[in-house]
């Protein structure tokens, strides 16, 4: 292992410390965690179901709003020039 990727020092004892509180909770306490991330993704999965049925039904405005969100992604994650620091690409 790198150890440039090894955070043990840094944060291994809180990472056993939590560990060891999830493992010693009650099991109502794990069903209810359990039952709210599953409701979570059950919800993430129904919002980006009807972002997908908006933008193919023909929804002009769903579609121009996830277009500019998609636009702001990848100008913000686009490689930049390393002659041109700290200055966003051209479009």
């Not at 919800?43 to 039904?57: K, Y």
């Not at 996830?66 to 490689?79: C, G, N, S, T």
Request: hydrophobic share 40%; charged share 25%.
């Amino acid at each position: 292992m790198i150890l440039a990727f090894d955070g043990s020092p840094i944060d291994g004892s809180a990472y056993i410390y939590v560990v060891d509180l999830a493992q010693d909770s009650p099991s109502w306490l794990d069903s209810l965690v359990s039952a709210w991330a599953t409701y979570g993704l059950g919800l993430f999965a129904v919002l980006i179901a009807s972002a997908d049925s908006a933008t193919t039904r023909g929804d002009d405005a769903v579609r121009d709003q996830l277009d500019a969100v998609r636009d702001q992604v990848r100008e913000r994650h686009a490689p930049q020039d390393p002659g041109r620091r700290g200055r966003s690409r051209p479009a």
